[in-house]
Each structure stands twice: as C-alpha cells, then as structure tokens.
C-alpha cells in the first residue's frame, strides 16, 4: 500500500477492482484545510481518463508489474513489435497500450514495457531523446527566449530557439515534448 503522497507519475495503481496508470500529479496544500494529492488516471481497459483526488493521509493499493527494457523494431498496421534484447523474445503492443509514445518510437528506440498478470499494460520512453530537425524557417539572430517552430523526422513540430536550422540533431523531452538542446 501506498501512502497518496508517494504516487508518482506512471505507478499502476488498483482503485476498485480497476488497473489505472497514473498520468499527472499535483499536491495541493490549501491555506485552510488539509492536504491533497489531486491526480490524472488513465483506466487501463476503457482506455478513459479520470480525475481523483486524494487526502493525504488515504492510502492506494500499487499494482504488481514487471518492467523490462525492449527495442522497437518496427510497426504493422495498428501492431507494433518490441524484442526484449536479452532473450530476443518478441512481444506485439497494440496502439491504445503505447498511447502517447507513438510518435517517439523509432527503430532501435529502448522502452520499459511494464506488465501485470504477464499482460504489457503500459510503456514508459526514456525521459529525452535525439531527433534530426527536418524543416525550420533560417537560423537568425533576435531577441533572447524567442522560438520558432521546427518539424522533426519524426513528424513532431516543436518550439526551438532561433539559431537552430534543418539538419540539427536536437534533444527533446518525452514528457513535456519541449526543446531541451542541441546535440
């Protein structure tokens, strides 16, 4: 059991008999009354999100998964295919599983695949990763903390500073889909 205040962002947590994933968390402390963790939860069957909030002092039951590290190796139709890299078992994942890590998977991409009862319920990407810019506006020189929009090879547009141009490599972050750097 958990304490409210030690969930985390991609913990699997069983609330009434439900698999839920835990997309958002935010810890409220209101200047009169008690504190609460008020929290974003994607059902793992109806694929929904819900909002619940939790006192802090309410405990949540975690659900047993296993995590192991897989590569994309490629996608068919709606199926994609991981290999696990120690024992080149291959494992097909549906869309409604990879959900928000569609558009980051690449070939060679290494992913946590976390399963319950031995059934993948959900993936986790590395928090940054590189892509190549494939079409920009020119780099040029303007006011410091002002972006432009950048297409990515993996057909992502992001908001990047002025001086990066087609071809860079750039590092974004999985989570906020932001420019982090230039590589």
């Known amino acids: 059991m958990l304490s409210a205040t ?22 409220i402390t209101p200047g009169k009354g008690n504190a609460v963790v008020q929290t974003e939860l994607r059902d793992l069957k109806t694929k929904s999100k819900n909002n619940k909030r939790f006192r802090s002092v309410e405990t949540v039951e975690q659900a047993e998964v296993t995590s192991r590290t897989m590569n994309f190796l490629y996608q068919e139709g709606s199926i994609y295919h991981f290999m696990d890299p ?18 980051f998977l690449k070939a060679e991409t290494a992913l946590t695949v976390s399963s319950h009862a031995g059934t993948p319920v ?62």
Request: a negative charge.
């Open 86 to 103: 120690n024992t080149y078992e291959q494992v097909e994942l549906s869309a409604d599983i990879l959900e928000e890590a569609i558009p």
């Open 6 to 27: 030690q969930i985390r962002v991609g913990q699997i947590l069983k609330i009434d008999g439900g698999l839920f994933r835990v997309l958002k968390v935010q810890h």
């Open 122 to 183: 959900s993936v986790t990407l590395p928090v940054k990763m590189t892509f190549s810019v494939v079409e920009c506006d020119p780099p040029s020189k303007g006011i410091a903390g002002t972006f432009k929009d950048a297409r990515l090879d993996n057909e992502m547009t992001v908001k990047v500073p002025l001086f990066i141009k087609a071809g860079d490599v750039i590092v974004i972050d999985t989570q906020s889909r932001e420019y982090v750097e230039k590589q």
